[in-house]
Antibody, heavy 119, light 107 residues
Framework: EVQLVESGGGLVQPGGSLRLSCAASGFTFDDYSMHWVRQVPGKGLDWVSLITWDSSKTSYADSVKGRFTISRDNRKKSLFLEMNSLRSEDTALYYC????????????WGQGTLVTVSS | AIQLTQSPSSLSASVGDRVTITCRASQGISSALAWYQHKPGKGPKLLIYEASSLKSGLPSRFSGSGYGTDFTLTISSLQPEDFATYYCQQFDSHPLTFGGGTKVEIK
């Protein structure tokens, strides 16, 4: 069974940093591209970032470009999102998701980790 | 970025009803569309991909159709476990985008 478990969320002040992690199991992690998608409380879903299976390509939403960095460790079957210069509008539930490729749908999702940016 | 417009934004229906949700893309995306079901406290769940392919293991009451700019998700006979929010998502081009969601509530 595919499992994706996010961690690392919490309360952080504006301008601060946070590192999210996603632990994967139940599938061959290094066969798949991985994504982060977020949901502002009460709002819809917004794609944040992706990384290909071999880390050769990454992509970011304009709203986070230059502030967030996606990475992965295939040996540890883990995905990461380094978030810097956080803003109140980054407050959201962050999901990691498994996808088949660069332009793809999301086959499996985690349950999310909540990031709150507030003073 | 490609915009996806879902309608309605919410609906009330009874168990056994046929429910139809539409998703319109701001430009043609061929069949690069997926549908998800999302319940509170859980991650979204893939239902349909490539506009009309049902994810393996899911009940056949869920179906998708459409091509280009206009797409439809149909639930042929609504069950109690189907009350949730549904989202469409395009994967024709980056940035990947979602529709605004349709909340299906109990009548």
């Amino acid at each position: 069974e595919v499992q994706l478990v996010e961690s690392g969320g919490g309360l952080v002040q504006p301008g601060g940093s946070l590192r999210l992690s996603c632990a994967a199991s139940g599938f061959t992690f290094d066969d798949y591209s991985m994504h982060w998608v977020r949901q502002v409380p009460g709002k819809g879903l917004d794609w944040v970032s992706l990384i290909t299976w071999d880390s050769s390509k990454t992509s970011y939403a304009d709203s986070v470009k230059g502030r967030f960095t996606i990475s992965r460790d295939n040996r540890k079957k883990s995905l990461f999102l380094e978030m810097n210069s956080l803003r109140s509008e980054d407050t959201a539930l962050y999901y990691c998701a498994k996808a088949s490729g660069y332009d793809s749908f999301f086959e499996n999702w985690g349950q999310g980790t909540l990031v709150t940016v507030s003073s | 970025a490609i915009q996806l417009t879902q309608s309605p934004s919410s609906l009330s229906a009874s168990v056994g009803d046929r429910v139809t949700i539409t998703c319109r893309a701001s430009q043609g995306i061929s069949s690069a569309l997926a549908w998800y079901q999302h319940k509170p406290g859980k991650g979204p769940k893939l239902l349909i991909y490539e506009a009309s392919s049902l994810k393996s293991g899911l009940p056949s009451r869920f179906s998708g159709s459409g091509y280009g700019t206009d797409f439809t998700l149909t639930i042929s006979s609504l069950q109690p476990e189907d009350f949730a929010t549904y989202y469409c998502q395009q994967f024709d081009s980056h940035p990947l985008t979602f529709g605004g969601g349709t909340k299906v509530e109990i009548k």
